[in-house]
């Protein structure tokens, strides 16, 4: 069973940084596009990153561009956001998501049905 699994989320003063990883199980991520998703409550899921299969190409969000990294070590099968400069605004769950295996390239990767496995969320929250 494919399977992503998030961790590093936590409380974080504003302007803290926090580093979310995704690690998978039952497939290798080291060839897949993977997408950073994110839900606060009441507001729909939104697209925060993506990074193309090779790692060369990455896309951010309006709302996080200079303050979010995406990046991947593919001898260890992770992707991380590092995530810098954190707001209040940031506070919500973060889902990390891949494309199926056949894509390269994130294309049009901020909506949610362009990807195919997700992992269960992890809560970050911005607050003093």
């Known amino acids: 069973q494919l399977q992503l699994v998030e961790s590093g989320g936590d409380l974080v003063q504003p302007g803290g940084s926090l580093r979310l990883t995704c690690v998978a199980s039952?497939?290798?991520?080291?060839?897949?596009?993977i997408g950073w998703f994110r839900q606060a409550p009441g507001k729909e899921r939104e697209g925060v990153s993506c990074i193309s299969s090779s790692g060369t190409s990455t896309h951010y969000a309006d709302s996080v561009q200079g303050r979010f990294t995406i990046s991947r070590d593919k001898a260890k099968n992770t992707v991380y956001l590092q995530m810098n400069s954190l707001k209040p605004e940031d506070t919500a769950i973060y889902y990390c998501?891949?494309?199926?295996?056949?894509?390269?390239?994130?294309?049009?990767?901020?909506?949610?049905?362009?990807?195919?496995?997700w992992g269960q969320g992890i809560q970050v929250t911005v607050s003093s």
């Open positions: 039952g497939f290798t991520l080291r060839d897949s596009v």
């Open positions: 998501t891949a494309k199926s295996m056949d894509r390269r390239l994130c294309g049009n990767w901020n909506s949610s049905s362009a990807f195919q496995s």
